[in-house]
């Protein structure tokens, strides 16, 4: 079982906290990104990783609720001025800045560093189910005995629905999917709306 990082010295224990604390989806992004990461023997900075995961939705709560960017950069820039107001170098603010804006972007982020990939893988299994056999039953169920996921499905979906509404434009995705159902008969995309429906996680 893996756990958030312990205080160590570091920004962790510092004064202040990350915006509406650490709810069990902010921690199952974590657990499942440094399992992950140790499970094909990544390097990586375990703190990072834990900012990233803690402010990678914050985008969708009622506290940007007017913003008018990608849901993403909300939180992004949130853990940089976070980061930065603790002292912590430009250069690791920048990567989990680059985790929290790239992590609905498939693929790119597995080409970048750990400390950016492990929130995707994160996000990828914990919201998606992408990677949900690669675990042991057991260890999938201690995850979710210590960070539960009532109603995860419908609630997430309701999360993003609230936090896009209002920013239409934002919304906007990968242009080459347009040119393919513009001029490719019959062409089809992957739905995120039932990648979430139906992934192999109960609820």
Do not use: C
Not at 8 to 18: E, I, V
Not at 133 to 140: A, G, I, N, V, Y
């Amino acid at each position: 079982m893996i756990f958030p990082p312990s205080p160590r010295g570091s920004f962790t224990r510092r004064p202040g906290h990350p915006p509406e604390g650490s709810t069990p989806a902010r921690r199952r992004v974590y657990v499942f990104g440094a399992h992950h990461g140790r499970r094909h023997g990544l390097a990586f900075d375990p703190e990072l990783l834990y900012i990233g995961a803690l402010f990678h939705g914050l985008g969708l709560t009622e506290k940007l609720r007017t913003s008018q960017q990608r849901f993403e950069l909300d939180g992004a820039d949130e853990a940089r001025a976070f980061l930065t107001a603790r002292g912590i170098p430009a250069d690791r603010a920048r990567l989990v800045w680059e985790g929290i804006a790239l992590h609905t972007t498939p693929e790119i982020p597995h080409h970048m560093a750990p400390e950016v990939a492990l929130v995707t893988a994160g996000v990828e299994l914990g919201v998606l189910g992408i990677g949900y056999d690669t675990l042991p039953p057991e260890t999938r169920e201690a995850v979710i005995a210590a960070h539960p996921r009532p109603d995860f499905k419908r609630r997430i979906l309701h999360a993003f629905h609230a936090g896009l509404a209002h920013r239409p434009q934002a919304a906007f995705g990968n242009v080459k999917a347009d040119v393919l159902d513009r001029f490719e008969e019959g062409s089809t995309r992957p739905n995120f709306v039932r990648i979430i429906e139906d992934s192999p996680w109960p609820d």
